[in-house]
């Protein structure tokens, strides 16, 4: 019995100084790690090199004893691809980054037209942690560099401040954010339509004024935001919807549900969107339950024409099927699919787009 007492107090210390040496371990490489918060890449001049900007916490405010404070809140460096930045920045601070605690990836507008440079990040990027892949991906409408020095008014961090305005969209069902992953995806793929925001400066904070269309991994043009959030709104993904009636009347509609069937109309697929939801007046009010009917019918009526000029302007402009369908269309019509199947922008470029709107007024019906 002695003996395995001394046997149990040695196994004991044993793992105590384990512990001790594996802690010290993660506690050097963590001093010797750099965590971004944001990172900004736009195109250089010359076309060929890229210029990135990094958005780091100020981990001597957030570190008990600053151990960590000498890495610079905020840093821009070049180089010809990803891989030959962050040697850049290992020689240059003895520190190896880490994107584990990333927010955001701006990418310049111009750098989102450079198809080849675009390849060379996401490949560069496509072998790092998942924690890349799930980050929320934005543009800069000048430049992404730009957007990051916005640090006076976001508190230090426009990473933290781009995480925390996503977090706070309540339209979606679902936190639908484009992210490198997508884009990732649509470089394999591109079969999917991303509608990417586009930040702009209003009152030194970045705010989304636009959205960049990007199908078949070509940056096709940009949309409003209005348009953008219609095209949500038929592909199944907000919660609530506002509309503007005359006289200063706005009507939300939640609960929404919507379907799409996919057919063949004559030599064209047809796509026709089903949009339910119950409405209610969030401004303005109506004196009966005949003019709130007279209300609910013009909501529908203008909203079923709004969706049909906006998916118009979008497949005679851009090429694109806003409604996003080609994804669906094997569940709907094996036959179409086979005569589109690998033929996503020639899909694009010939769906047609029908849209039923119905809503029920809530407290009147």
Known sequence: MEGKTVFRGFGCLALAVSMAVCCGCA???LEQRSF??????????????????????????????????????????????????????????????????????????????????????????????ASVRNTSLFVGDASAAEILSLTEETEGSVGK???EMIESQKDFKQEKTVTMGDLMNQWHNQDELLLIP??????????????????????????????????????????????????????????????????????????????????RLISGQASSAAEMKQIKERIERQLTTDLMETAQKFRQEYGIDMTNSYLSLGGHDRELYRSYQNMPELYNSQAQQVFQVEVSMMHWE
């Open 27 to 29: 506690s050097t490489e």
């Open 198 to 279: 586009i930040l702009t400066e209003q009152g030194q904070r970045p705010a989304i004024t636009s959205y960049a269309a990007v199908l078949d991994f070509e940056y096709l043009g940009n949309v409003s935001v209005e348009e953008a959030m219609e095209a949500f709104l038929s592909q199944g993904l907000l919660e609530r919807f506002t509309c503007e009636t005359i006289k200063q009347r706005v009507v939300e509609i939640s609960g929404i549900q919507v379907t799409h069937t996919v057919s063949q109309a004559g030599d064209v697929p047809l796509v026709t969107v089903s949009v339910k939801g119950k409405g």
């Open 36 to 129: 971004p918060l944001a990172v900004g890449i736009d195109t250089q001049e010359d076309g060929e090199t890229m210029a990135v900007s990094f958005d780091f916490p100020d981990l001597a405010q957030i570190s008990e004893k600053g151990k960590t404070g000498d890495t610079p809140v905020s840093l821009s460096l070049e180089g010809e691809d990803m891989y030959h930045v962050e040697k850049s920045y290992e020689n240059n601070t003895n520190r190896l980054l880490d994107y584990n605690h990333m927010k955001a990836v701006v990418l310049g507008e111009p750098f989102l037209s450079q198809s080849e440079m675009l390849r060379r990040l996401l490949l560069a990027w496509e072998q790092q942690e």
């Open 161 to 163: 401040y781009l995480e």
